[in-house]
């Protein structure tokens, strides 16, 4: 290779750098989406809330006590009015049907009403005999009809009616439901401000989030960019596994039979590797046995990303706190530090 170092070592040391440089990619672009998440879900709440608000709002403005009260006043005056109407139809059917009886009866005995009403005063048996006949009359003639039963339950239900709607007019006069709506006006504006402090620090982290990931990428892509790696093997799982071939001595060449390359594709079609990074974290207790350097990242790689996604939840902070992240930063700051590492080795190596 005409480096100072040998073809071995480069590769070991290239592959170290390309799995770290994977993991920050694989970091970040996890953060990313669950920052998106996130935020979607900061949307969604405030339509819902805004909405609320805006009911609440329209709910208040057409909102009067003096109309509320009138209106109530004007149902009992109506109830009572039917109620009333029943109870005099009631009446006038009873009497109509009384008098019906004592000329039917008079008409059958042959003498006056006022001869007939007489003999029942004569005495008190007389007097008890005159009201089981009246109310006989009454029952045959008035709630033995139709007429009768319906006056009674339009004039029971509108005086239930009536009452009910007073009692509602008293209640409007001691409590002002306004001040409820009031009160429920202020809570929602209160989460609408509350959301909106938090979609300012959500935002402010995706903008870290994505410069940490375009840094992430430039730093991976300049890697694979000096060819060394072939293109299907450049991944998290593959540079990992290649990587802890040389680092345990289980490969001592590159190329050819035995070789990093070789080894992978047999691992690889005997099912001792996995090659796809999405079937990975279902199988970390597989890969812990077959594949330790990357089950080693990749759990490392897990932990930092739980401590970012803790603290995009963290938005109890003052204005002056959100301008800053430090479990983003302190991530930022390692790749920074590792790419440069990186570009001075290899310039070492070089010669140069």
Aim: aromatic share 12%.
């Amino acid at each position: 290779m005409g480096y100072k170092v040998s073809e071995i070592e480069y590769y070991k040391k290239y592959l170290l750098y390309a799995t770290m440089f994977e993991k920050n990619v694989y970091i970040w672009s996890n953060a990313m989406t669950q920052a998106n998440n996130h935020k979607k879900n900061i949307y969604e709440r405030k339509k819902h809330l805004q909405n609320n608000l805006n009911h609440t709002q329209s709910k208040l403005s057409s909102y009067n006590v003096a109309d509320n009260i009138k209106h109530f006043e004007k149902e009992a005056s109506e109830y009572q009015k039917i109620s009333r109407i029943a109870l005099i139809v009631l009446v006038v059917v009873t009497l109509f049907c009384v008098a019906t009886t004592v000329l039917v009866a008079c008409g059958e005995s042959g003498v006056s009403p006022a001869e007939f009403t007489s003999f029942f005063f004569k005495d008190i048996y007389s007097f008890m005999y005159l009201l089981v006949f009246v109310f006989l009359g009454i029952f045959v003639g008035a709630f033995g009809s139709i007429i009768g039963p319906i006056c009674i339950y339009i004039y029971r239900k509108n005086k239930n009616k009536a009452k009910q709607s007073q009692k509602e007019a008293k209640a409007q006069t001691k409590f002002n439901h306004s001040m409820v709506l009031e009160v429920e006006k202020e809570r929602y504006q209160n989460q609408i401000q509350q959301n909106s402090v938090e979609e300012k620090y959500i935002t402010q982290r995706q903008g870290e989030i994505s410069n940490a990931l375009i840094k992430a990428k430039n730093n991976l892509n300049n890697l694979y960019a000096e060819n060394i790696l072939p293109a299907k093997y450049r991944s998290f799982n593959a540079v990992a596994t290649m990587y802890e071939y040389l680092e345990t001595g289980r490969c001592t060449t590159i190329k050819g039979h035995g070789g990093i390359f070789d080894t992978y594709e047999k691992d690889l079609q005997m099912g001792i590797v996995i090659r796809n990074l999405e079937n990975i974290n279902a199988s970390l207790s597989r890969i812990e046995s077959n594949q330790q350097m990357l089950f080693k990242e990749l759990k490392q790689a897990n932990s930092t990303l739980r401590t970012i996604n803790s603290s995009l939840d963290d938005i109890s902070k003052t204005n002056a706190q959100i301008a800053h992240n430090t479990a983003i930063s302190a991530e930022a700051n390692k790749q920074t530090a590792a790419a440069a590492q990186w570009f001075t080795w290899r310039a070492w190596a070089r010669g140069f």
